[in-house]
Antibody, heavy 118, light 110 residues
Framework: QVQLVQSGAEVKKPGASVNVSCKAS????????MNWVRQAPGQGLEWMAI????????SYARKFQGRLTVTRDTSTGVVYMELSSLRSEDTAVYYCARNGRSASCDNWGLGTPVTVSS | QSALTQPPSASGSLGQSVTISCAGT?????????VSWYQQYPGKAPRLILY???QRPSGVPDRFSGSKSGNTASLTVSGLQAEDEADYYCSSYAGSNIRVFGGGTKLTVL
């Protein structure tokens, strides 16, 4: 069965960077794009980026361009999300979600809480 | 890349039906049939319940249905059950491999 296992919770200071990983298993890693979605406390879902694990091509939400980098390692089946210049508003749970049929997110990781605080 | 517009809350009695709207623009909802809906319980990851406007993944009850007209998509939950009380989010493809989510709707079952 499809599994997306994310790295553990992070606490960062403003201005720092955070790197969250998502290890995929149970399917062919390079056959499905992967999304990153975040959710601030008490708020809704926010789409951040998508990566084609086969080619490494990425697309980012305009809001995060220049501050967000998504990469992958095809040898290990892991996708990485690095967000830099962190501010308090980046405090959120970050999810990886496999891209399914018709641009949907058909399988989700459990989420990685990231807290930005001085 | 603006968020889709959903009502913050909706409610219905056990056994009744409720419809949640999701308003976008001609650049997203109105231009693609790639609208999906997600159910989320507090403290849990979202779960896909509809894709391509009205298609249900395996295991999703047929009480959940979807439609689209112009720039607005809708999710209807029929025969409301207590376990349907959750947050619901719509999402749409917006071109150039971009997706956008709605702000979410909290569904209360009375």
């Amino acid at each position: 069965q499809v599994q997306l296992v994310q790295s553990g919770a992070e606490v960062k200071k403003p201005g720092a960077s955070v790197n969250v990983s998502c290890k995929a298993s149970g399917y062919t890693f390079t056959s499905y794009y992967m999304n990153w979605v975040r959710q601030a406390p008490g708020q809704g879902l926010e789409w951040m980026a998508i990566i084609n694990p086969s080619s490494g091509d990425t697309s980012y939400a305009r809001k995060f361009q220049g501050r967000l980098t998504v990469t992958r390692d095809t040898s290990t089946g892991v996708v990485y999300m690095e967000l830099s210049s962190l501010r308090s508003e980046d405090t959120a749970v970050y999810y990886c979600a496999r891209n399914g049929r018709s641009a949907s997110c058909d399988n989700w990781g459990l989420g990685t809480p990231v807290t930005v605080s001085s | 890349q603006s968020a889709l517009t959903q009502p913050p809350s909706a409610s219905g009695s056990l056994g009744q039906s409720v419809t949640i709207s999701c308003a976008g623009t001609s650049s997203d909802v109105g231009n693609y049939k790639y609208v999906s809906w997600y159910q989320q319980y507090p403290g849990k990851a979202p779960r896909l319940i509809l894709y391509e406007v009205s298609q249900r993944p395996s295991g999703v009850p047929d009480r959940f249905s979807g439609s689209k007209s112009g720039n607005t998509a809708s999710l209807t939950v029929s025969g409301l059950q207590a376990e349907d009380e959750a947050d619901y989010y719509c999402s749409s493809y917006a071109g150039s491999n971009i997706r956008v989510f709605g702000g979410g709707t909290k569904l209360t079952v009375l």
